[in-house]
């Protein structure tokens, strides 16, 4: 049976944030607020709890999850190497809407889906995201929605798409248009924008001191 708790309220924010690094230590999944809309996550190096956020999502490997952390320094132990452009896009702009794919530590056990030995990694700015991060360290994290369906912008909408699928949901109040999160590519020679989103290629350029080209 799935639990919501409501965020706003101190004791309830205190009991679900409990609640739901319970359930990530138990391979379960939990629905979570993001700065950008509402999140479905789980242990990122637990491979089981994945596939079943991918199968709760109804999308297969081929579309892998990306990874939240709480921190700054967490991402060192995540990544092959952090080149100068991603600490100078981190500095820039985490926490906030930012997504930097780099090639992920080979010694890493862990199965995000069909990466091609890359990973997606973002520090949120949500206070209620980064409290349950920092409790139990990086999360695969994907838009809290079935396939093909609306990004859920509030903890009911999620609720609405996957019901007891998901053993806790935090309810951080609504999170505003359904804008994702900008997706920069650092592990060619150029960085290259994979998706625009709330940060704009005119800001990552800025931030860069060069003309940053966008896939396709």
């Known amino acids: 049976m799935s639990q919501v708790y409501d965020c706003a309220l101190r004791q309830e924010r205190a009991d679900g944030l409990a609640a739901a690094a319970a359930a990530v230590r138990s391979a379960r999944l939990v629905v979570l607020p993001t700065d950008t809309v509402y999140g479905i996550g789980c242990d990122a190096f637990d491979g089981a709890a994945v596939r079943s956020l991918l199968a709760a999502k109804r999308r297969g490997p081929d579309m892998p999850v990306g990874v939240l952390v709480g921190s700054w320094s967490t991402i060192e132990g995540l990544v092959l190497s952090v080149p100068k452009q991603a600490y100078t896009l981190i500095e820039a702009f985490w926490p906030g809407d930012l997504s930097l794919v ?14 091609r030995g890359t990973v997606m990694l973002r520090m949120p700015l949500h206070p209620v995201a980064l409290e349950l991060l920092r409790e139990v360290g990086p999360m695969a994290v994907s838009s809290a929605n079935r396939s093909g369906e609306r990004p859920a912008t509030t903890a009911a909408e999620a609720v609405e798409q996957f019901g007891d699928d998901v053993a806790v949901y935090l309810d951080g109040g609504p999170s505003g248009e359904a804008v994702p999160s900008t997706i920069v590519d650092l592990t060619g020679d150029e960085p290259v924008v994979l998706r625009t989103g709330s940060v704009s290629v005119a800001a990552v350029s800025e931030a860069l001191g060069t003309q940053v080209q966008v896939a396709g």
């Open 102 to 115: 780099l090639e992920h530590a080979p010694s890493l056990s862990w199965d995000l889906g069909n990466t």
